[in-house]
């Protein structure tokens, strides 16, 4: 079992910056795959990157990365995204996920969800 509660969102100008983070209760012990989502209304659960315990991170989207940036830190068990120079295509609620993770151009999937934090970026 595992349970993710995010925080950090808001409502920031164009530019801005966030920081979202996602803490992690897990009760196996076991290292997982943890990783942030996003979804605008109408579309589907893109994934934004994922960490993986023995490959490290990994950018689903190239053209966030130089905006984007996940880090997590084991002794807090919390998961971060840090979004920088924001756009309106940015506002989506943002997720955090762990488990078998799965992305595709259509959606994503995973065991576990947190329940979503909302960004929205805009003048």
């Known amino acids: 079992q595992v349970q993710l509660v995010e925080s950090g969102g808001g409502s920031v100008q164009p530019g801005g910056s966030l920081k979202l983070s996602c803490s992690v209760t897990t009760h196996t012990g076991r290292r997982i795959p943890m990783g942030w989502f996003r979804q605008a209304p109408g579309r589907g659960r893109g994934g934004v990157g994922v960490?993986?315990?023995?490959?490290?991170?990994?950018y689903c989207v190239d053209s966030l990365k130089g905006r984007f940036t996940i880090s997590k830190d084991n002794a807090k068990n919390t998961l971060y995204l840090q979004m920088n120079n924001l756009e309106p295509d940015d506002t989506a609620m943002y997720y955090c996920?762990?488990?078998?993770?799965?992305?595709?151009?259509?959606?994503?999937?995973?065991?576990?969800w947190g329940q979503g934090t909302q960004v929205t970026v805009s003048e």
């Open positions: 996920g762990s488990g078998n993770i799965v992305t595709t151009s259509s959606g994503s999937s995973t065991d576990y």
């Open positions: 960490v993986d315990p023995d490959l490290g991170i990994h």
